[in-house]
């Protein structure tokens, strides 16, 4: 009998198939398992369950551990990680089976008092497993589909224990540092941590408060920098000590001077780990310009109203960044420089385009979408300014400028839409005929009504200003919380789609040669440049926002290139395609000076032309428009 071909062989584990999963036993000196998995001929290890024999004892004899003997359990527990330091730090299952520990001495700790001895062996193992190199560690700790970090689960051990802490004391570890005291007016105390230099200052407390502060240095290292849930972790970092504050009063006013870790990083936020949301939150707290003492550089200051556990995150400063940056600013600058020469253009031709009905509309609509898309790039340039000098942004001088980009956006794409409306009402429906003020209130009522109702309907619906504007510093609409932005892009997605169907049906109706029998020659050119205008700015503004909801799911730089080119862009192109491409309007501009007016240059036109334009096709029921030599109507039969 031929022996059967197995992909992995070994002496423990025994033989296997490609993909197959095996556990085995922990080495001498760890309880627990380890799993392997075929790879490559080779068994690979896949997951690492193998736990310090002594830290598995002491988590065993947890379970039935009493209050009064916390003390002499913690005492142990310090003196097995101080023994076996490198090993456990190595470890990801034996440090989480220590924040288990810990975790559960934080809880047991709520019935009694904790002295200086007994926080001392807490912190002390503590400062062992967040010390060091355990990077690796703990991002393997972090990861998988936990509903809670296990770093979080060792910051709240850490402010339950805090809570119930007695007497007055100190402690200093390598990378840790208690101070528990008790103040009467003020109180200021700077971090004598290597590497550190953090200060908290409380200017005022009301009557006499205890206080517990402890300064962490390796935390950063430790902690997630957005919560578990946020896909964009990289987008920033924790760049400073996370300090935990503790009082028996509520204070107002509490101030922290941060060194920060890394001079590459900018975009400065003030945050503490909020439990309920399950991630860094900046409400109550605001970043503060540092006065410098001496030569000293590099620092942030925060202020809060209230106390927990603080620190600063940090955004890098990359090429990424700046590249977009200018691309942004140089192309808004050209969108507004083509926005007004198209209203001056606009202006000058105006008296010359009002000739017919469907030129004048064109011609409205023109003025109202660069007048929209000017205003939002004013209300853009004003938010970025904002965004820039206040990190995070502030909430409060945001809002304004966030409810008129959004309101001047939309107006834009109801304005093109109502283009597109008149285009199939005009090619369409032949036979009926709406006066010029008819379509001007249509027209203002459904491109200014729909956006203010919709801009207002998402302020309400977001229950204010916290869940309005972006949390990322920047002042638009928020997307991660309330996902307000759909506001904007439903619409504006809806009015592409509908503007794209109006096309193909008025293509549809022209190869069939259904449109205009009775139209005259300057309302079928106006009808030609409206269509032009629909088919070219349609597909570039519907391609924008499709690229800006890219950006929402993607940091790929090309995206958000291609995004930040074509929205700064946008007015360049309604200068180009709807106004410098209609021959009609700019040979209007030029030829204004000639001295040859609206009258003089329609009678150069042969009877015979005109003639050839009466004798179309007409329905019998709506009449035919009868003319005179020059053009003038004379009348209907």
């Known amino acids: 009998m031929a022996r059967e071909d197995y992909d992995c062989r070994n002496e423990e584990l025994g033989v ?58 913690m005492a142990d527990l310090s003196s097995a990680t101080a023994k076996h330091d490198i090993n456990i730090t190595q470890s990801a299952a034996t440090v989480q089976a220590i924040v288990d520990i810990l975790f559960k001495i934080a809880d047991l700790s709520q019935a009694t008092s904790i002295n200086n001895p007994v926080m001392g062996s807490f912190l002390n193992t503590v400062d062992i497993i967040v010390s060091g190199n355990v990077s690796d560690t703990w991002s393997k700790l972090n990861k998988g589909n936990n509903t809670e970090d296990t770093s979080i689960k060792l910051l709240s051990a850490i402010e339950d224990i805090s809570d119930r802490l007695t007497d007055e004391f100190a402690i200093n570890e390598t990378s840790i540092q208690l101070n528990r005291t008790t103040i ?219 409810f008129f980009m959004h309101f001047f956006y939309l107006a834009l794409f109801f304005w093109m839409l109502m283009s597109a409306l008149l285009l199939f009402y005009r090619t369409v429906m032949v036979l009926s005929q709406m006066s010029r003020a008819k379509m001007m209130v249509i027209a203002f009522i459904v491109s200014y009504g729909a956006p203010l109702l919709i801009a207002v309907i998402t302020v309400a619906s977001t229950a204010g200003p916290q869940n309005y504007i972006s949390k990322r510093n920047a002042c638009w609409l928020n997307w991660l919380e309330s996902k307000a932005l759909l506001a904007f892009v439903i619409p504006a997605l809806t009015i592409v789609a509908i503007n794209l169907v109006v096309l193909i049906v008025v293509l549809y109706k022209i190869m069939r040669r259904v449109v205009g029998a009775a139209t005259q020659p300057d309302e079928k050119h106006a009808l030609v440049v409206i269509a032009r205008c629909v088919a070219i700015l349609t597909p570039i503004f519907g391609l924008t926002w499709g690229f800006g909801i890219g950006t929402m799911v993607s940091q790929d730089l090309g995206i958000h290139v291609v995004f930040a080119l074509l929205n700064s862009l946008q007015g360049f192109f309604i200068l180009v395609f709807g106004t410098l491409l209609d021959s009609k309007s700019t040979s209007a501009g030029t030829s204004s000076t000639s001295g040859l007016t609206a009258f003089q240059r329609m009678q150069r036109r042969t009877a015979a032309e005109i003639r050839s334009w009466n004798l179309k096709v007409c329905p019998v029921e709506v009449g035919c428009r009868r003319f005179m030599a020059n053009g003038t109507v004379i009348g209907y039969g």
Request: aromatic share 8%.
């Open 16 to 73: 296997g198939k490609t993909d197959e999963v095996k556990t085995g036993v922990c080495g001498k000196g760890l309880k627990g398992t380890f799993t392997y998995k075929c790879e490559s001929r080779d068994w690979k290890p896949l997951e690492d369950n193998c736990v310090l024999e002594v830290i598995d004892n002491l988590k065993n004899k947890l379970q039935s551990l009493r209050v009064e003997e916390i003390p002499g359990f």
């Open 184 to 402: 009467k007016n003020s109180f200021n105390i700077t971090s004598a941590l290597p590497n550190s230099a953090t200060e908290i200052v409380i200017p005022q407390v009301p009557q006499e408060t205890t206080i517990t502060i402890i300064i962490f240095t390796t935390l950063d290292k430790v902690l997630p920098s957005q919560g578990t849930n946020d896909s964009r972790k990289s987008d920033v970092r924790i760049n400073g000590d996370v300090v935990v504050v503790k009082v028996n009063e509520t204070l107002n006013n509490i101030s922290f001077a941060f060194d920060i870790t890394n001079q590459s990083l900018g975009n400065p936020q003030c945050v503490f780990w909020n439990f309920n949301l399950s991630n860094w939150d900046s409400t109550g707290c605001e970043v503060k310009p540092y006065i410098s003492k001496g030569n000293e550089t590099g620092k942030i200051t925060c202020e809060c109203n209230h106390t927990t556990s603080f620190s600063i995150l940090m955004s890098p400063f990359s090429i990424k960044n700046i590249a977009l940056a200018y691309i942004t600013y140089i192309g808004v600058a050209i969108s507004m420089a083509s926005l007004i020469i198209c209203l001056i253009i606009e202006t000058i031709v105006w008296k010359s385009v009002r000739r017919n009905d469907t030129s004048y509309m064109r011609h409205v609509s023109i003025v109202n979408i660069a007048v929209s898309l000017l205003i939002a790039n004013i209300c853009f340039i004003i938010g970025a300014a904002i965004a820039e000098q206040e990190q995070p942004t502030s909430v409060g001088r945001c809002s304004p400028a966030v």
